[in-house]
């Protein structure tokens, strides 16, 4: 049993070659469409000389061909490097030159990025050059770096399977979005991969699948059709595409994130399953739910049943509004990162909501570890706050960088672990709340605070539409907490309005001490939340020194 990507991938296509796999804007593939494209591309490929264990990147946003390099990569052996579309010169270099790039394949519209980077990088050798996702098609020169177009890199090439026994050893490496700092390769075996983010482990009741277990679901009546919501740069989106091809399950993908053409999207597509990041994409997305439908004519989003978050806050403000416009459907909020996979999930309703964070059923494996790296016992210590690890599958480490993975993947009585570092507070029916990344915590009086609490009750305030938390330096108190808002459209705030408004959702302490008006709070793709340039806009504000 390989238990590889490429493998799982192949069951689908051998038990259900004509249905429906992934569609982005007119253009949609089968299974058995994915199977030859992505066959042809691996024969290119290893006509360059690519082979197991070289590291290929892919530098675009949602498209076709960007599901079909993935395919390709693993088919061959070789590891597929993400890269963030929105990453300038000076971050590109330093992601080429971390991960050891050896061939790129790149949107067309970032030609001029690659050709400026290429010279730089010496094991870079190949550049297949993609088509545009969004119209009107690039014409970037890419002569200066040798590039090959995407239709003449799959001319002649054959459409056979023909490729080599593969390995659950493979490995499949998830460079972090990353809230601070530069981004880390996390090193993921690929069976450890698919068990732990692609289904190969029930996600509510834990039991571990079979090999072909999904495949055999791709033949069957009822499948899913699914449209996620964040770019496949990032590793969860790549997950849930994977999940759901080993499945036969309908992946429908956008480019560029619009909230009425989502919503055009969902309602003539009949989506049943939607996932996104957290308030970054559900508030623009409800609030032009709500706007059509204050028109007489709403969307039909009767269809959707399962709408689910993860990797930032979604907020109870914003999942209130969700509720009220679709009370028969699911939410859920999943908690997990790069360096651990799926860690929990919790279905919400208007009951059980957290004025702290989301409130997530621990997952199979995870513990919850004191200061001394020791489990707790969650069914004696409610309201304890630790560490969040899991073990079982976990990746092998981050890539070139002993330091960083001795402190994150730790041994506890025998068992590996990953800890990157995320703070929960243990509740009652082995559930705890998540409270965020222990990096971000504001220690302010030797008072604990956690940025997404104080975050999720200012939201709540009528003139803010986004907002993040950090500490600054404060001579009394060592740290201070600081608010940095984006306020609605003609709505103002002042300081001390902030405060009087928060008292009745946060102790004292917890209260912002500063407050930074910005026009856009700071956010990568994915909605993930930038905290060193928030903190960087607060400062400035302040006038205090780092």
């Not at 199979?364 to 304890?384: F, R, S, Y």
């Not at 993947?409 to 068992?415: D, K």
């Not at 102790?507 to 856009?520: A, E, I, M, N, W």
């Amino acid at each position: 049993m390989a238990h590889n990507i490429a493998d799982l991938f192949e069951h689908a296509v051998d038990a259900a070659p004509d249905v429906r796999a992934v569609k982005v804007g007119d253009q949609e593939r089968t299974l058995g469409q994915l199977e030859v494209e992505s066959n042809k591309l691996a024969h290119y490929l290893q006509s360059q000389g690519i082979g197991p264990g070289d590291h290929v990147a892919i530098y675009s946003k949602n498209s076709l061909e960007f599901v079909v390099g993935i395919l390709a990569i693993a088919k061959i052996r070789a590891v597929n490097i993400n890269v963030n579309y929105r990453y300038v010169e000076a971050e590109l270099d330093y992601l080429f030159d971390n991960a050891d790039v050896k061939a790129l394949l790149v949107e067309r519209t970032y030609a001029p990025l690659v050709a400026a980077c290429y010279p730089k990088h010496e094991k870079l050798q190949h550049v297949v050059v993609m088509p545009d996702s969004v119209e009107p098609d690039d014409a970037s020169d890419i002569s200066s770096f040798d590039g090959v177009l995407w239709a003449d890199a799959m001319a002649g090439q054959s459409a056979e399977r023909d490729f080599g026994e593969r390995s659950p050893d493979d490995l499949y490496i998830i460079y972090t979005g990353g809230t601070t700092g530069f981004p880390k390769g996390v090193m993921w075996r690929q069976e450890d991969f698919w068990r732990v983010l692609c289904g190969g482990i029930d996600f509510m009741s834990g039991v571990p699948l079979e090999e072909y277990d999904q495949s055999k679901q791709a033949d069957q009546p009822g499948r899913l059709i699914t449209f996620p919501l964040t770019p496949l740069m990032h590793g969860a989106a790549q997950a849930s595409l994977l999940m759901h091809l080993f499945a036969g399950q309908l992946t429908i993908l956008e480019p560029r994130f619009d909230p009425q053409r989502t919503w055009e999207i969902l309602e003539r597509e009949k989506v049943m399953l939607t996932f996104f990041t957290g308030d970054a994409i559900a508030r623009p997305l409800i609030e032009e739910f709500e706007r059509k439908a204050a028109t007489g004519a709403p969307y039909d989003g009767s269809n959707l049943f399962a709408i689910s978050s993860s990797g930032a806050l979604f907020s109870p403000a914003i999942k209130e509004r969700w509720m009220a416009a679709f009370p028969n459907a699911i939410f859920t909020d999943s908690i997990g990162a790069s360096e651990t996979g799926f860690q929990g999930t919790g279905v919400q309703d208007a009951k059980s909501m957290g004025n702290d964070g989301p409130i997530c059923s621990l997952g199979p494996h995870m513990v919850v570890l004191d200061e001394d790296n020791q489990p707790i016992d969650v069914a004696t210590n409610v309201g304890k706050i630790g560490r969040l690890g899991r073990g079982g599958h976990v990746p092998v480490g981050y890539y070139k960088d002993e330091a960083k993975s001795a402190a994150t993947f730790l041994v506890v009585n025998g068992e590996r672990y990953s800890v990157p570092g995320d703070f929960a507070r243990i509740e009652e029916d082995n559930k705890v709340t998540m409270l965020g990344r222990g990096s971000n915590c504001v220690n302010t009086g030797g008072e604990k605070v956690f940025p997404e609490e104080v975050e999720m009750a200012i939201k709540r305030h009528p003139a803010v539409y986004d907002s993040l938390v950090v500490g600054i330096p404060d001579e009394r108190y060592g740290q201070a907490v600081a608010a940095v808002v984006e306020l609605r459209e003609g709505e103002s705030v002042e300081l001390d309005e902030l405060r009087e408004f928060l008292r009745a959702h946060l102790s004292g302490y917890k209260l912002p001490r500063s407050l930074t008006v910005v026009d856009r709070i700071p956010r990568n793709a994915t909605g993930k939340a930038q905290y060193a340039q928030a903190r960087d806009a607060a400062l400035a504000s302040s006038g205090v020194n780092a």
